[in-house]
């Protein structure tokens, strides 16, 4: 068993139901991928502050907040991640980004994104699924 932090992720839509999304490198799959705006939750941090918290500062962007699920991390590990949703999202600030972190936001229409999470050119795509489901949109 592996004793990991949980974490969470927003699927976060325009008013205009655009989805933002974070680009980043990451180096496992060396590669430059779509992620959910999201990330680790603090000690004793509510799962949906964290997701505001992880949408403000890697986006500046800021929405109406709604829980769509949890799942585990995987069968070795003590880390569920949490899918929300955010409508009506719109830029209230500038990121604020960690010195590791070099995200590039980009809006999707919702048909982009969803071939995005089909083609698996993504992180976060059981979180994704679970997001899209909350919006009936699968």
Not at 47 to 74: I, Q, V
Request: include cysteine; glycine fraction near 6%.
């Amino acid at each position: 068993m592996r004793n990991e932090p949980s974490a969470a992720a927003v699927l976060a839509l325009t008013p205009d139901n655009r989805v933002t999304i974070a680009r980043q490198y990451r180096p496992g799959p060396d590669a430059i991928l779509s992620e959910l705006p999201g990330g680790f939750i603090e000690p004793h941090e509510d799962p949906a502050t964290a997701a505001e918290r992880e949408l403000l500062e890697e986006t500046g962007y800021k929405g109406d907040l709604e829980l769509a699920g949890s799942c585990w991390d995987d069968a070795g590990s003590t880390a569920r991640r949490w899918a929300f949703v955010a409508r009506n999202c719109v830029r209230v600030a500038d990121q604020d980004l960690d010195e590791m972190e070099f995200v590039d936001v980009e809006h999707l229409t919702l048909e982009e994104f969803r071939q995005v999470v089909r083609d698996g050119l993504m992180t976060d795509v059981e979180l994704a699924y679970r997001a899209l489901d909350h919006l009936g949109l699968l």
